[in-house]
């Protein structure tokens, strides 16, 4: 029997964002240097923030890739378009990377094998726990863009894709807390 889906929490706007916008092509002047009037401290701020969300939305990506079972329920399609998400906030942050002249984390790939292990790991334990493992990392990913957003100074282009893309991971909680409240199918 099919999961009703009716009362599926749609996209939501958080923070006056659309979070159902998708994403068009980059063109090239959308891309632009960044941050380079700031101070050493400041730069520094900005970098350790910028790499520590791009590594984190890696593991977001891998946790719901591992999490996907490639069968065709409500929860493998939510998966998925969590997933893809994901990789927008990652595009995001490495594009915001080289615009401020950095690079990504060189062990960014701790964070891929985490994704990895905590993914797969709930996927074997079943749906309850993708979902509290769902819940459980947005949650801290709303945390971490908290204390990142105002622990540097952000142009407000960037400020906003950072608001908007914190956005998305609200509603992704709500996704998942709706999912864990439904009874099973």
Not at 17 to 44: F, H, M, N, W
Not at 53 to 58: F, G
Not at 141 to 159: C, F, K, P
């Amino acid at each position: 029997m099919a999961e009703d889906t009716s009362t599926y929490p749609k996209s939501r706007a958080e923070g006056g964002y659309d979070t159902s916008i998708v994403r068009p092509e980059l063109r090239d002047r959308q891309v632009e240097p960044r941050g380079r009037a700031l101070g050493r401290r400041q730069r520094k701020a900005v970098r350790k923030a910028l790499r520590t969300l791009h590594s984190l939305e890696i593991m977001a990506v891998n946790i719901y890739k591992c999490q996907i079972t490639g069968d065709a329920t409500p929860l493998d399609t939510a998966l998925t378009v969590a997933m893809a998400n994901e990789m927008t906030h990652m595009q995001d942050f490495q594009t915001h990377l080289y615009e401020y002249g950095f690079t990504p984390d060189k062990l960014r790939a701790r964070f891929w094998a985490a994704g990895y292990v905590i993914g797969f790991g709930s996927r074997v334990l079943g749906r309850d726990r993708v979902l509290k493992t769902g819940v459980w990392a947005e949650r801290k990913a709303v945390d971490h863009y908290g204390r990142l957003l105002a622990g540097a100074d952000w142009d407000d282009e960037t400020r906003a894709v950072i608001e908007k893309d914190r956005a998305d991971e609200y509603g992704h909680i709500v996704r998942w807390e709706w999912f864990l409240n439904r009874p099973r199918p």
